[in-house]
T-cell receptor, first 115, second 116 residues
Framework: AQSVTQLGSHVSVSEGALVLLRCNYS??????LFWYVQYPNQGLQLLLK????ATLVKGINGFEAEFKKSETSFHLTKPSAHMSDAAEYFC?????????????WGAGTKLIIKP | KAGVTQTPRYLIKTRGQQVTLSCSPI?????VSWYQQTPGQGLQFLFE???????NKGNFPGRFSGRQFSNSRSEMNVSTLELGDSALYLC???????????????FGPGTRLLVL
């Protein structure tokens, strides 16, 4: 069965440093891939999604992610962290050919920004 | 355009009671999905409704049920509440989930349920 692994339940970076949040999927056929962000006491908001059009996907708030088929990865990056980026980030996949086309979610990574 | 709204935002119930949560999707969206979010289990899919029909269902007991109305508004009901049902319940809407299109789900702020 398809699964999503987010390495690190917590990631801490200093303000201004590079943010790297890891996501790996387990499928021989590349799925659709999503990154969502959840701020405290709020619902989830889409940051970006991979739809097979381009391997480097740019999202909101300066985030981007690169799809690497050989590594079955879709890591999220941001060149310079800001205090407002502190939130929980979820990677999700949706198989391209699946009658049950619900999202499969990773466990989430809490991003902590140190001043 | 108004976002997804969920009511109530917070709820406290006792074991054995039942609860009904409401979700109003974005105007024009026909698909509504429900999720349970807990610190231990993360995000778990409950069910999805499309055009008043349950289209997909997760692995939850029959105590969890839902429905969708003709205006796409959805409710979920949990009967005979257990302590473990304490969670954030999220509703998400989309135009119409399609196997060929990676549509975005838009989430509401959630209803935080505490069962005592």
């Amino acid at each position: 069965a398809q699964s999503v692994t987010q390495l690190g339940s917590h990631v801490s970076v200093s303000e201004g440093a590079l943010v790297l949040l890891r996501c790996n999927y387990s499928s021989s056929v590349p799925p659709y891939l999503f990154w969502y962000v959840q701020y405290p006491n709020q619902g989830l908001q889409l940051l970006l999604k991979y739809t097979s059009a381009a391997t480097l996907v740019k999202g909101i708030n300066g985030f981007e992610a690169e799809f690497k088929k050989s590594e079955t990865s879709f890591h999220l990056t941001k060149p310079s962290a800001h205090m407002s980026d502190a939130a929980e980030y979820f990677c999700a996949v949706r198989p391209q050919k699946d009658s049950n086309y619900q999202l499969i979610w990773g466990a989430g990574t809490k991003l902590i920004i140190k001043p | 355009k108004a976002g997804v709204t969920q009511t109530p935002r917070y709820l406290i119930k006792t074991r054995g009671q039942q609860v009904t949560l409401s979700c109003s999707p974005i105007s024009g969206h026909r698909s509504v999905s429900w999720y349970q979010q807990t610190p231990g289990q993360g995000l778990q899919f409950l069910f999805e409704y499309f055009s008043e029909t349950q289209r997909n269902k997760g692995n939850f007991p029959g105590r969890f049920s839902g429905r969708q109305f003709s205006n796409s508004r959805s409710e979920m009901n949990v009967s005979t509440l257990e302590l473990g049902d304490s969670a954030l319940y999220l509703c998400a809407s989309s135009l119409a989930l399609n196997n060929d299109l990676p549509e975005t789900q838009y989430f509401g702020p959630g209803t935080r349920l505490l069962v005592l």
